[in-house]
């Protein structure tokens, strides 16, 4: 992708004028952050929106069925890959060039992306210590900065490096999948088995919508996308691919050294790992709870608590979390996450905020908060009590939000699943033993 | 739990550093200064509350404008339909001396485009924002951005007359 700027256009927009802030703004701001946060009544909470939600998710239907669909794991399936992404937009004249990301992954989770135009831009994830290192440059200034995120829960927070490699379409596709969707084929694209789907965009917000149909292809054995192309009234205005290679990933290449002497900005990011027995000591304010039920082959890899004593959330748009239990369940390159947190507000403040909604934000976990719109969530209401959603699109990993009957405990459920196993999950859940 | 500790007057002073850029953002997304503020109002005190855990993996200029542009197609997403005519919108007076008839015009090619289109060439554009981070404050690939960016350059190359070979 070219990335011109139109000096032209740019400076006449910066003629435009902008009216001031009202008379009294900047007090009310004030007056706003140095007494409690209020709740934000346009702001719907969670119990308040099941009876309004619309139910059109994609996961949803009637050719839906319980299934543990293709397993992406075993000895044919490769332990990693690397490859290069290229994503460009409309390009009726063939004079668009492609914006290009290097990246690897592997199977537990760890990657490494790199901006191949700017070679100060990429980020490294190990999941095996959930360290997260990062080096960027800064377009105005153009120091060089250098991050570590420790104490990580797993998978790490969304980031702009999350949707350069986009796991969550190969997700959705992979559910579509297991519950027999027919609009997915499957194919052989650049020598690899795949699945290709094409499906209508029907968002319900038209007055921005940049597509109204969406062609993917997703590698079967690593669950990656391998092409996306989004066209409007048949002409592409985005497309995205990325060719792939199965190859060694050292450790190494999830550390990411950083140069001698270089300034280093830390943060630990509090999670801390957990032993099940340890859990109910780890854990209060409600009893912990784990899957009794899990498709066939998933295993637990990692069980980390923590909690988030502020907003959480990149855009800080998420209410506090306590005593966050998340386990994160393997099989192969599919992932299942599943969270339980308190909601009850710390003594500290009372701020309450919003759980997430159709009106909120998406999140595949509540700890990796989302930046994309909602779109698509169905209302379900589980057998023990809680009143929750699901959500799936062809955006996003398909996943689960529910509240307790005491309207404290928050579940979560997220996964390459179909609506039916990421219901029978949540169902399944028992105190841990 | 966090190892960056950042005051009230950090805060103030990175908020007073990009106010004028993120009133432009939010006036030309959501078309009149009211809706501006209110929706100003919630993200800076949620931008506010938040602060502590800002970090500095984006620069906080990218990190407001996230916050900012979310709430406002938060507020779109609320109040739809979202098409804002021209003559509703209410607009600050024009300095007589500019070429006020070109503004008018160019207003009325902005309020023309979709939200989105008039967020990432205002991102891009009119304050230099990288394809990447405009991706990143918007929320969508950057493929993305770059179809929205053409489609909404050609409009508004119409109305300012910039031709193809004069660029």
Known sequence: MNETRDERVGAAL??????DHRPGFWEDLERRTTTQPRRTDRRLGWLSVAATVAAVALVAGALMRTGDGEVAGGPDVPGAISGEIRVRGEDPDGL????RWGFTLRDDGSFRVQDLDSPVEMTAFDARTRVQRSIHSDRETGETSYTERVGLASPPAVSPWIYVLDTGVGASVAALVAQADPRVTETVHEGREAWHLTADLDHDFPEVRAADSREIVVDKRTRFPLLRIDRLR??????????VTEAAAPDHLFTMEFPPGAQVSREDAGFRPAQRSDLSRSISGYEPVEPSWLPEGFELVSLVVGSLNEPGGPEGMNPPMHFIAQMTYRRGWDQVVVTTWSRRPSPARSWSGYLPGPEGFVWDDPISAGELVLEDAEAVALSWG????TVGDIHTTPRLFAVGDDDEVVFTVSGPLPRADLVRIAE?????? | MNTVVAGREDFVEALRAHDASLRALAYRMLGNREAMDDVLQDAYASAFRSFARFRGTASVGTWLYRIVYNACVDELRRRRPVAVPLEDADHPSYDPSERAVDRAALEGALASLSPEQRAVVLLVDAEGFSYAEASGICGIPAGTVGSRLSEARRSLRRTLRIDEEDR
């Open chain 1, 14 to 19: 910066r003629g435009l004028l902008v009216p």
């Open chain 1, 96 to 99: 668009n060039p492609w914006k």
């Open chain 1, 234 to 243: 048949g002409s592409v205005v985005d497309e995205w691919r990325a060719t």
């Open chain 1, 386 to 389: 809680p009143a929750g959603h």
């Open chain 1, 428 to 433: 399944s859940l028992r105190p841990v033993s």
